[in-house]
Nanobody, 119 residues
Framework: QVQLVESGGGLVQPGGSLRLSCAAS????????MGWYRQAPGKQRELVAG??????TKYADSVKGRFTFSRDGDKNTYLQMNGLKPEDTAVYYC??????????????WGQGTQVTVSS
């Protein structure tokens, strides 16, 4: 089993920044690739960014150039979000063992953290 715990969400003004963290524990040998997904009210959950065990990254077109996904060792990943827009408002979920080819999420999810971008 893998446990994922997110932190770092909150309320920020447009143009501001937030850093989301995801800490993994448990059976972490196969947690990569990892990803961040988000779900806004009334919308489907979507991939925001993914990272492989070797550090390769993918980003949704809507966040390219603004968000950066990084890792620190085997257990901790971070999503640095700059230039936030109101349309980035959503619940953000950390996910482990996603399919890199299809970008379908893996079986392991965190509890989610709310990001609200509003003036």
């Amino acid at each position: 089993q893998v446990q994922l715990v997110e932190s770092g969400g909150g309320l920020v003004q447009p143009g501001g920044s937030l850093r989301l963290s995801c800490a993994a524990s448990g059976s972490i040998l196969r947690i990569y690739p990892m990803g961040w997904y988000r779900q806004a009210p009334g919308k489907q959950r979507e991939l925001v960014a993914g990272i492989t065990g070797t550090g390769r990254t993918k980003y949704a077109d809507s966040v390219k150039g603004r968000f950066t996904f990084s890792r620190d060792g085997d257990k901790n990943t971070y999503l640095q979000m700059n230039g936030l827009k109101p349309e980035d408002t959503a619940v953000y979920y950390c996910n482990a063992a996603l399919d890199w080819g299809t970008l379908k999420p893996g079986a392991y999810w965190g509890q989610g953290t709310q990001v609200t971008v509003s003036s």
